[in-house]
């Protein structure tokens, strides 16, 4: 019964920004933890950034300062804002619901899963 829809993927150059939204249902969103990952080909599937139900939010070292995660529990959504697109961000990028943490550091993802996003970025 726990749906995460997400949309924002595309195509860019580097340089430039997308956001990507995940809109969250059943599940008590304003309770919960959420995460976006990511998973490129040939790679681990790894935590590009996390947000306690608190408001409290970790990064991947290889995007802090250029992406933010927030949520808005009036529309149950989680966002993630990216900047100065790499092409090393290239990959699908996951919404996770209940993502496993100790204050901001998360260390398991949750059972619940978006479908996955696409984002390339381009050189």
């Known amino acids: 019964q726990v749906q995460l829809v997400e949309s924002g993927g595309g195509l860019v150059q580097a340089g430039g920004s997308l956001r990507l939204s995940c809109a969250a249902s059943g599940i008590i969103f304003r309770i919960n933890a959420m995460g976006w990952y990511r998973q490129a080909p040939g790679k681990q599937r790894e935590l590009v950034a996390g947000i306690t139900s608190g408001g409290r939010t970790n990064y991947a070292n290889s995007v802090k300062g250029r992406f933010t995660i927030s949520r808005d529990n009036t529309k149950n959504t989680v966002y993630l804002q990216m900047n100065s697109l790499k092409p090393e961000d290239t990959a699908v990028y996951y919404c996770?619901?209940?993502?496993?943490?100790?204050?901001?550091?998360?260390?398991?993802?949750?059972?619940?899963w978006g479908q996955g996003t696409q984002v390339t970025v381009s050189s």
């Open positions: 996770n619901a209940g993502p496993k943490n100790s204050g901001s550091v998360f260390y398991e993802p949750g059972e619940s």
